[in-house]
């Protein structure tokens, strides 16, 4: 009796089996439904996030296609005005050089009207220089006439009192028996002395005759080794001119030549600009594959992700 009472106080009674077996029940339904409950919370949680990402995804994505409208826009603004400062610097290069053409044309046409002048003064001076030479040679005539004149006055003058003296005394001593010796003596001293004098008055006329022709010649002479040293001047000025010429023409081309080179090199720079843009567009493009790619393997991953919920929320609604 003693050991069948502590056996049967030992065992459970079916009751209480019962009773655990019910707890047990609630006790793991409570742990599902908290567990599911917990579950779906975080479903939740984990498709609001993706939502959000996919938001913040969808921003970034419009401000890069911001950025890329507003590259473009830059980069159709700064072709734009690099064309037209090239346009300017080619029509300033004209005008430069329409202006240099205008002012060497004008250079050329004051030279030639120099030339032109100094010509016709030279002419002018040849042709006064011949008239001047001309009324000296008249007024050297008339002189040498007046001269000669003055001397066949004076030589009849002389002659005219030496006849006068010797037919005085003749007069006074013409008287029977008397001898004309002494005053024919007397006479002959002033004869021999008028032709000493008009000899000598002679030979200083044509000393200084030939004097002043010798000057003359010698003035001549020097006028035109004036004349040719100053023709020597105005041709060396007329060569200098001309060499000038053809150096202001060599400058001319040159600067042409220069004008070619930087319009090559404005061309070449336009050309590397453009290949530039170019090189950068193709850059970006590259970019911005390469970015989609990654946008796209990173939203493959997250679209699994989704993928893998959707089946858990799935599998979980199905127990």
Same mark, same amino acid.
């Given at each position: 009796?003693?050991?069948?009472?502590?056996?049967?106080?030992?065992?459970?009674?079916?009751?209480?089996?019962?009773?655990?077996?019910?707890?047990?029940?609630?006790?793991?339904?409570?742990h599902?439904?908290?567990?599911?409950?917990?579950?779906?919370y975080?479903d939740?949680?984990?498709?609001?996030?993706?939502?959000e990402?996919?938001?913040q995804?969808?921003?970034?994505?419009?401000?890069?296609?911001?950025?890329e409208?507003? #590259?473009i /826009?830059? *980069? =159709?603004? %700064? &072709? $734009?005005?690099?064309?037209?400062?090239?346009? @300017?610097?080619?029509e +300033?290069? !004209?005008?430069?050089?329409?202006?240099?053409?205008?002012?060497?044309?004008?250079?050329?046409?004051?030279?030639?009207?120099k030339?032109?002048e100094?010509?016709k003064?030279?002419?002018?001076?040849?042709?006064?220089?011949? #008239?001047? /030479?001309? *009324? =000296?040679? %008249? &007024? $050297?005539?008339?002189?040498?006439?007046?001269? @000669?004149?003055?001397? +066949?006055? !004076?030589d009849?003058k002389?002659?005219?009192s030496?006849?006068?003296?010797?037919?005085?005394?003749?007069?006074?001593?013409?008287?029977?028996?008397?001898?004309?010796?002494?005053?024919?003596?007397?006479?002959?001293?002033?004869?021999i /002395?008028? *032709?000493?004098?008009?000899? $000598?008055?002679?030979?200083?006329?044509?000393? @200084?005759?030939?004097?002043?022709?010798?000057?003359?010649?010698?003035?001549?002479?020097q006028?035109?080794?004036?004349?040719?040293?100053?023709?020597?001047?105005?041709?060396?000025?007329?060569?200098?001119?001309?060499?000038?010429?053809?150096?202001?023409?060599?400058?001319?081309?040159?600067?042409?030549?220069k004008? $070619?080179?930087?319009?090559?090199?404005?061309? @070449?720079?336009?050309?590397?600009?453009?290949?530039?843009?170019?090189?950068?567009?193709?850059?970006?493009?590259?970019?911005?594959?390469?970015?989609k790619?990654e946008?796209?393997?990173?939203?493959?991953?997250?679209?699994?992700?989704?993928?893998?919920?959707?089946?858990?929320?799935?599998?979980?609604?199905?127990?």
């Amino acid at each position: 009796m003693g050991i069948s009472f502590l056996t049967s106080f030992l065992k459970p009674s079916e009751k209480e089996k019962e009773e655990d077996k019910y707890d047990n029940s609630d006790n793991n339904e409570q742990h599902q439904q908290e567990t599911k409950s917990e579950d779906e919370y975080d479903d939740d949680e984990q498709i609001e996030k993706q939502k959000e990402l996919e938001k913040q995804k969808e921003k970034e994505k419009e401000i890069e296609r911001e950025k890329e409208k507003q #590259k473009i /826009k830059e *980069d =159709k603004i %700064k &072709e $734009k005005e690099d064309k037209e400062k090239e346009r @300017k610097e080619k029509e +300033k290069e !004209k005008e430069e050089e329409k202006q240099k053409e205008k002012e060497d044309n004008e250079t050329e046409r004051r030279t030639l009207k120099k030339q032109k002048e100094k010509e016709k003064q030279e002419k002018e001076r040849i042709k006064e220089n011949e #008239k001047e /030479k001309q *009324d =000296k040679e %008249k &007024e $050297k005539e008339r002189d040498n006439s007046k001269e @000669k004149d003055k001397d +066949k006055e !004076k030589d009849k003058k002389g002659l005219d009192s030496t006849q006068k003296r010797q037919t005085s005394p003749m007069k006074k001593y013409d008287t029977p028996g008397k001898k004309l010796v002494t005053p024919l003596k007397k006479l002959d001293s002033p004869e021999i /002395k008028v *032709d000493s004098a008009s000899t $000598k008055r002679k030979d200083r006329d044509k000393e @200084k005759r030939i004097e002043e022709k010798e000057k003359e010649e010698m003035n001549i002479e020097q006028e035109k080794k004036t004349l040719k040293k100053e023709k020597g001047k105005e041709q060396k000025e007329d060569i200098d001119n001309d060499i000038e010429k053809k150096n202001k023409q060599k400058d001319k081309v040159k600067e042409k030549e220069k004008d $070619k080179d930087k319009e090559k090199e404005r061309e @070449k720079e336009r050309i590397e600009r453009l290949e530039r843009m170019e090189r950068e567009r193709l850059e970006r493009i590259e970019r911005e594959k390469e970015k989609k790619k990654e946008k796209e393997k990173k939203k493959e991953k997250e679209d699994k992700e989704k993928e893998k919920v959707k089946i858990k929320i799935k599998a979980k609604g199905s127990k």
